[in-house]
T-cell receptor
């Protein structure tokens, strides 16, 4: 168990550019989540996968955001035409869904700065 | 998901016991209470989860009164490394197809000093 891995750890981009983040969950975890966290706030839910199926998306996830989890393993989160308001920490978490005892394991996140 | 209220910050000294209380007046029958810890530049880490009465693990204890409208996270003999943000979450986990859409508040910033 190597934990949830996210890449890159930091990303600086110019407004209008596209960015893509990658998340490698703990192996055999069937659920994968994306969250966004801004300074001084708690993480906010963005979207969730069960295996390769994206089952829910938050209203926070505008049409500039897209997430995929091909083959139910790693996941990518892409932001198109980035805006300064997209600057945040993007966190990935995975779990092995076990009903009420489900625990989420978070990665260290990708810090995005949009200039 | 039930809304939670917890203190914005708390200060303590090494070796002290720290109790962080969370209010969740509209908790639902099927809701569980979960606490996460977050250090700077890291993702949250699960600490403890409970439904009622008392739960204890190697890290902390969670006290939940009979009405379940509040809960208290107890950290015994804190050290400098316990300085972190602690989040209290209430919700119904693991429903079929529902996932675990944790709703984090702003948390409690615990600062431990020598």
């Amino acid at each position: 168990d190597t934990g949830v891995s996210q890449d890159p750890r930091h990303k600086i981009t110019k407004r209008g550019q596209n960015v893509t983040f990658r998340c490698d969950p703990i192996s055999e975890h069937n659920r994968l989540y994306w969250y966004r966290q801004t300074l001084g706030q708690g993480p906010e839910f963005l979207t969730y996968f069960q295996n390769e199926a994206q089952l829910e998306k938050s209203r926070l996830l505008s049409d500039r955001f897209s997430a995929e989890r091909p083959k139910g393993s790693f996941s990518t989160l892409e932001i198109q035409r980035t805006e300064q308001g997209d600057s945040a920490m993007y966190l990935c978490a995975s779990s092995f869904g076990q009903g009420v005892n489900e625990k989420l394991f978070f990665g260290s996140g990708t810090q995005l700065s949009v200039l | 998901l039930a809304k939670t209220t917890q203190p914005i910050s708390m200060d303590s000294y090494e070796g002290q016991e720290v109790n962080i209380t969370c209010s969740h007046n509209n908790i639902a029958t099927n809701d569980y209470i979960t606490w996460y810890q977050q250090f700077p530049s890291q993702g949250p880490r699960f600490i403890i989860q409970g439904y009622k009465t008392k739960v204890t693990n190697e890290v902390a204890s969670l006290f939940i009164p009979a009405d379940r409208k509040s809960s208290t996270l107890s950290l015994p003999r804190v050290s400098l490394s316990d300085t972190a943000v602690y989040y209290c979450l209430v919700g119904e986990w693991g429903l079929t197809g529902g996932g675990n859409k944790l709703t984090f508040g702003t948390g409690t910033q615990l600062k431990v000093e020598l």
